[in-house]
């Protein structure tokens, strides 16, 4: 069932006020359709327009009829590939000038492909959105493809290759193992990403054969979201697409059906880079407009989201087999998946994960879910569906991809109705149908250093596999860039239509807690976030981790509820709760619809308040922090950025791992946990932030009723470090095989009270703040060593981390060292010109604006400022203090902040392929094996 992504919250749009009421099986609410209006051009163009006037932005989506699946033989990972090049030039547009369209004046814009589509989308201040008409238009009238920009992407795609498949810790078991092993015929067997030898065998007159086949009109969808006029568009529309010619010749179509598994499949596979064991089996599914979608996706539901999911408390809670248990719904034109999938608990073994998936399966099919289950996962998806409605952007895409995947943009919209009129006996019968043992396929996914002499199996696109030839069109044109004097300029932005700021009303209750009031009517939805001051900052020296373990527990039990009452009843409204800690503070939040604010509420405060700490739940939420922590570790980009923080900011407040280390964790006693609990929860130095379709008159009793009674008091902390920085250093931990070598350069930088914040902020985007950054312009755009590559600004209550950081192949590390050092020196030694300034300045407004769009966004930067200790009113005069900031203060901030003398070097990755040319450059360089590496302390020994 291809609903949004978001889903899998809240939605009780379906149930009644109380919690014993919400179990009934009363049938849920439809969710209000989308308003869109429909017209299709003569040359196929099929439009669609939603209009949205409470917006200053507009979506700007097209979709093409083409996806892997339509991949040319030998030809693996084409289409993806292609959708890089549709940003390089047209005849009109000088190459990344979409970047200069979008993220230079606020916007965004980004790209992905499906197995069935591949997709471009932008997000725009609605007075540029004449100028992205035009821009996606002449991108599929007349790309540009010449050599330069053909090899230069085919290097960053194979960049993304080595960072998302090769070193990402279970990157080959999703993208390439899992479809190889579910398809013996269908063209789905091979992975999106495709392969090293595909890529390398594409040809540029391949290229432009694919555009023609398949990048014109009838294979279109464009859809218009936000604030526009009707008329207007159309005329737009009409104007720039109109005259795009439709091709005589027919579209290629994967025709291939996929033959019934009727006799089980096993493989077992050992790779390095493997923290944890994994098992996933993977079961057929009809395609997605099939009717049984509907039960599947309950199915799906139940199986697997949220904590109160049989997966979840079977797998991970109860038995505490696995670190993880999901499912994998993956709906398609043609014939889909339904995986299960358990990354294993540290010391448990696949075969009992695997047994264990087979008895919940089993499950399904042998016994009705029960009627509470049944309106719960009802619940569950329908307020994902709302959540991924609250942009312009979630509505613009629900509709293309139904138009697309289903062939009917209405197909969301009438999946909701169908799924509220699933049965359990529905949810058997496709269970029983589709979840049969002889139609699974199973791969075991274990360690390289487990094998002990066995050689495992090999998993690969079956030679049965069929794919299309590509064959070229009579008419191919070979585009070249206008000259200077043909040359169509993209038309003038109109008049700006101004954006509304959040606006915060607040008020405290008599205990002192602060509560923060944002009204948003739009949608039925409340997000409820509860932050306390105190988070990682506070953890003492030899205990890293114990805030961030302490927030994890506030929601596995209570006085009155145990983990699976607050998981259950919380879902059962059609909620998620979840609690955490940053380094400044800890945080509780719930999004709900706004009718079961109450309920949901008391749930809050019964976390907050009454904490249990219950041993036996204690040691599973270690071992669950443990294996996590193992995870991140394996992964080389997110151990540089441990190792970088630990190197710069040596023991200060920000240093050490937030999340702690294996060592750590297990040092923790309950004494600690409740420590850590009481010096940052108490009604005095918390907040409660409600925003979304809620008044502050409604606020004040539903507050009053959760938290009126709060009256504790919070002790002091233990006595944070002083904030002294270590000597910068060179580091390279050491770990062979790693698919990719990550990069960090990081120095300390300063607080967010910092006078300076402002100048810095914008000199951190100019250096590494989006696609158009100096950092990505040099290491990805110009020179193909990277996926992407960026910068932070860690800015909180004390000074922070400054990093500039990439992922590279590991042969490419010292290049891309020495050019963010460069770039970092150069910022603040020359003045930044007033053109790149303010299109620098444009992308932070524009993320702002975009982080402030929905009821998570803005109680996420509420409460931010309030442990930060910012002033709400800084949410009225973000958008003037970032555009007061000119070329002498980004100059004087990068000089002070971002000056590499300063900076340590740290790379994580295989150690023997880039040594010698990086001790040449830093004799000083410490290697350090990766087993040998101990992130408790600042020395790393």
């Known amino acids: 069932m291809r609903l949004s992504r978001a889903a899998l919250l809240l939605g009780a749009a379906l149930l009644p006020a109380t919690l014993a009421q919400a179990q009934s099986t009363a049938p849920a609410p439809a969710v209000k359709p989308i308003a ?63 970047d200069r369209l979008t993220e230079d004046v606020g916007g965004n814009n980004n790209a992905s492909t499906n197995d069935d589509y591949t997709e471009y989308h932008e997000t725009i201040p609605a007075n540029h959105l004449q100028r992205l ?16 920009s ?27 193992y899992f479809p190889a092993i579910s398809y013996t015929r269908h063209p789905y067997a091979r992975g999106t990403i495709g392969s090293i030898d595909n890529l390398d065998s594409a040809q540029i007159d391949d290229v432009r054969a694919f555009h023609a086949t398949f990048y014109r009109p009838d294979n279109a969808v464009l859809v218009v979201s936000g604030n526009f006029d009707p008329a207007q568009l159309n005329q737009w529309v009409d104007q720039y697409f109109a005259k795009i010619k439709r091709p005589t010749r027919a579209i290629p179509r994967v025709t291939t059906t996929e033959p019934p598994r009727t006799q089980a499949v096993s493989r077992t596979v050992y790779e390095a880079n493997t923290p944890l064991p994994a098992v996933l089996i993977s079961y057929p599914i009809p395609a997605d407009r099939d009717p049984d979608s509907a039960p599947l996706a309950v199915l799906n539901t139940i199986l697997s989201q949220g904590e109160s999911s049989r997966l979840y408390e079977s797998l991970v809670y109860r038995d505490q087999l696995a670190q993880s248990a999901e499912t994998y719904l993956d709906v398609k034109q043609g014939p889909g998946n339904l995986a299960v999938i358990a990354i294993m608990a540290g010391g448990k073994d696949v075969a009992t994960g695997e047994a264990a998936l087979r008895r919940e399966i089993a499950r399904m099919r042998d ?54 009129r699933v049965t359990a006996a529905d949810v058997q019968r496709v269970a029983r149908k589709y979840l049969q043992d002889s139609r699974a396929a199973t791969i075991h996914y274990l360690p390289a250093e487990s094998a002990n002499g066995a050689k495992g199996d090999t998993i690969a696109v079956a030679p049965t ?76 020296a030899a205990l890293p981790g114990v805030n961030s373990l302490a927030a994890t527990l506030l929601t596995k039990g209570t006085a009155t509820r145990s983990a699976t009452d607050i998981a259950q009843q919380i879902e059962t409204l059609g909620g998620a709760i979840s609690s955490d800690a940053s380094w400044d503070g800890s945080t509780i939040d719930i999004t709900v619809k706004a009718d079961q604010a109450a309920p949901a509420l008391g749930i809050l405060a019964d976390v907050a308040r009454n ?27 997110q151990l540089a950025g441990l190792v970088a923080a630990r190197t710069a900011l040596g023991s200060s407040a920000y240093g050490h791992p937030l999340e702690g280390t294996p060592a750590s964790l297990k040092a923790i006693g309950e004494k600690d946990i409740r420590a850590a609990y009481a010096a940052t929860w108490a009604p005095k130095q918390a907040a409660l932030v409600l925003v979304g379709d809620i008044t502050p008159a409604q606020a004040k009793p539903l507050a009053e009723a959760a938290f009126g009674t709060w009256r504790t008091v919070a002790t002091k902390p233990a006595t944070v470090p002083t904030q002294s920085y270590p000597k910068p250093r060179v580091v390279v931990v050491d770990m062979p095989g790693a698919g990719q070598a990550g990069v960090v350069v990081a120095r300390p930088g300063l607080a967010r009270s910092d006078a300076r914040y402002y100048p810095t902020a914008v000199a951190n985007t100019i250096l590494g703040g989006g696609f158009s950054s100096r950092l990505n312009q040099e290491i990805r755009i110009k020179r193909g060593l990277a996926y992407g590559a960026g910068s ?52 932070l407004v524009g993320n702002f604006g975009r982080a402030t769009e929905t009821t998570g966004g803005i109680a996420g930067t509420v409460g931010g400022y309030v442990v930060q200790g910012v002033p709400l009113s ?31 070097v740290v790379v994580v990755g295989d150690a023997k392929d880039f040594i010698d040319p990086l001790r040449k450059a830093y004799p000083q360089v410490e290697v350090i094996p990766a087993g040998a590496l101990k992130l408790e302390s600042a020395a790393l020994r």
């Open 36 to 98: 869109f209006t429909e017209r299709t051009l003569a040359n196929g163009l099929r439009v669609y327009a939603i209009r949205d006037t409470s917006t200053p932005n507009v979506s700007v989506q097209m979709w093409y009829d083409v996806g892997s699946k339509d991949d040319p033989a030998g030809r693996s990972g084409f289409a993806h590939m292609f959708e890089h090049l549709m940003f390089k030039a047209t005849r009109n547009l000088v190459s990344e000038q979409m």
């Open 133 to 148: 008409l035009f821009a996606e238009a002449d991108r599929m009238a007349s790309l540009v493809v010449e050599p330069k």
């Open 150 to 176: 053909f090899a230069s992407e085919r290097d960053v795609v194979k960049e993304e290759l080595r960072q998302n498949t090769n070193a990402r810790p279970y990157g080959k078991l999703f993208s390439l």
């Open 367 to 420: 016994t009705a879910v029960t009627p509470a289950e049944l309106a719960k996962a009802k619940n569950q998806i329908v307020t994902a569906e709302l959540l991924g409605r609250e942009t312009a952007e979630g509505k613009g895409r629900t509709i293309a991809q139904a138009t697309i995947i289903d062939g009917d943009p209405h197909a969301a919209d009438r999946q909701l109705a169908e799924i509220d």
């Open 465 to 540: 596999v069929v794919a299309q030839q590509l064959v070229t069109p009579p008419d191919v044109q070979i585009v070249t860039p206008a000259s200077a004097a043909e040359r169509i300029a993209p038309p003038a932005p109109a008049a700006t239509i101004p954006a509304t700021t959040p606006r915060p009303v607040e008020f405290a209750l008599a205990n002192g807690l602060r509560v923060v009031v944002v009204e948003k009517h739009d949608l039925p939805l409340m997000t409820a976030l509860l932050v306390g001051q105190g988070g990682g900052a506070n953890d003492p």
């Open 611 to 637: 904490p249990a700490f219950k041993p036996d739940e204690i040691e599973r939420a270690r071992a669950q922090a443990i294996d996590g922590v193992q995870v991140a570790q394996k992964n080389p980009s």
């Open 792 to 843: 932070s600004l860690q800015a909180g209550r004390q000074p922070g981390l400054v990093a500039g950081r990439t992922s590279t192949k590991n042969p490419s590390a010292p290049e891309t060292v020495s050019i963010i050092l460069s770039e970092m020196k150069r910022l603040g030694a020359e003045a930044v010109t007033p053109a790149e300034l303010e299109t620098r300045k444009a992308v």
């Open 874 to 904: 800084e949410l009225g005069a973000y958008v003037a203090k970032v555009a007061a900031v000119d070329p002498a203060a980004v100059q004087a901030a990068a000089a002070a902040e971002l000056d590499p003398a300063r900076a340590s």
